[in-house]
């Protein structure tokens, strides 16, 4: 597969983890996690479908365990990928605190793995199959990279709490087992959403425009900078009042081999309470 389009639909990826990326206010109570989280999301490149990808997530006011996976085909099947993502953690009232993380993927030409361990907020130990050294020109990952940041899946769990006022002013730090990266969300309007059946919780979404800010594990090349100098990635977040939280309604990111474009298809949703909450676009 291009690298263009593996760097594509790979922000997509990590958008969707901003989408839902911890913040840690004081506001947030144990209780106000969501008991259970199902979603499935439809990936777009060049304006074709090409795959889909599933989250789950499941807390029980202390604890979470989350699961994801996802399949992409490009030039009518001779390019194939698919990955399959695990984390788990501790839920406090200032946010998700992961423990472990771990993701797999295959594709037409390789395959791998990735390991994390915390102790606390600290990545400890990091392991990777194959284990190759990084690329010469790699800016290196540091010991003090590693302090504070959020799995990608963890980022997903970790919704914000509160669905009322504007969601889109932050700034999320994030590591995958090799690059160190910033996600910062700022606002940019409103719009509103499509239903295929009325679910009661408004339609109208808040636009997040979404800067990606390399800091280490990357190569300063050409293809880096076209993406840390874009200023079209777009989040739309839809606010669920039911169950306090915001929903990744649709991620759009320009690349420089065509626009990847990421919708929520489907999300079921069990609040702490019990109440049940089904979503579908």
Known sequence: MPSAVRSGLAAVALSIAMATAAVTTGAMANDAWPARVSATFEV???????????????????????NGGGKLSLLFGALKWSGNAEATGK????????????????SSNKSGSTRMAYTGNTITNVTREPNKPPKEGTVPVLPQHLIGVLDPMSAMLAVSKGASGNPCSRRIPIYDGRARYDLVLSPK????????????????????RVKY?????????????????????????????????????????????????????????TTSGQQQIALSH
Request: hydrophobic fraction near 40%.
């Open 213 to 269: 800010i390399p800091i280490a594990g990357h190569k300063p090349d050409e293809e880096t900078s076209a993406m840390a100098r874009s200023s079209d990635i777009e989040l739309v977040l839809r606010p669920i009042p039911s169950a306090n939280v915001f929903i990744p309604y649709s991620v759009s990111i320009p690349t420089m081999a065509g626009t990847a474009v990421l919708k929520a298809k489907r999300v079921d949703i």
């Open 44 to 66: 777009e490149f060049g304006g074709l479908s090409i795959g889909k990808f599933d989250f789950n997530s499941s807390t029980n006011g202390q604890a979470y365990v989350l």
């Open 91 to 106: 839920v406090a009232a200032d946010g998700a605190h992961p423990q472990s993380f771990g993701f797999s993927f295959n």
């Open 189 to 208: 309007g409103t719009v509103q959403l499509s239903e295929l059946r009325p679910s009661g919780q408004p339609a109208t979404g808040y636009v997040c």
